[in-house]
């Protein structure tokens, strides 16, 4: 099974940047992180986990929530076997735990769902405050 661990977090102004980073182990033999779909998450206190991108969910573009779209850009290192999540303009509203989730590529999939991953880090705290 394929293990993740975020990082990047912390606490940024309004308007500031940040970039998180999700380092994914235990890919299958002969795969590469080009095998899989990557989905990057968010939970704000309170409310229900929440889909904000995926890289690998098509093999055309990459989708993100309409919250973050044009904010938000999601990439990916094969070498590094990671993908990052690059965040700026951010808002209040952007405080949350951020997940990322994986699965392997193919198949029609809801990418913004939670059941269509079948493993996720531990979370990294963002938090946007002046």
């Known amino acids: 099974q394929v293990q993740l661990v975020e990082s990047g977090g912390g606490l940024v102004q309004p308007g500031g940047s940040l970039r998180l980073s999700c380092a994914a182990s235990g890919l299958a033999s002969g795969f590469t992180l080009e095998n899989y779909a990557i989905g990057w998450f968010r939970q704000a206190p309170g409310k229900e986990r929440e889909g904000v991108s995926c890289i690998g969910c098509s093999n055309v573009i990459e989708y993100y929530a309409d919250s973050v779209h044009g904010r938000f850009t999601t990439s990916r290192d094969n070498a590094k076997a990671t993908v990052y999540l690059q965040m700026s303009n951010l808002k209040p509203e952007d405080t949350a735990v951020y997940y990322c989730?994986?699965?392997?590529?193919?198949?029609?999939?809801?990418?913004?769902?939670?059941?269509?991953?079948?493993?996720w880090g531990q979370g990294t705290q963002v938090t946007v405050s002046s």
């Open positions: 989730g994986v699965r392997r590529r193919g198949g029609t999939i809801r990418w913004d769902l939670v059941k269509s991953y079948d493993s």
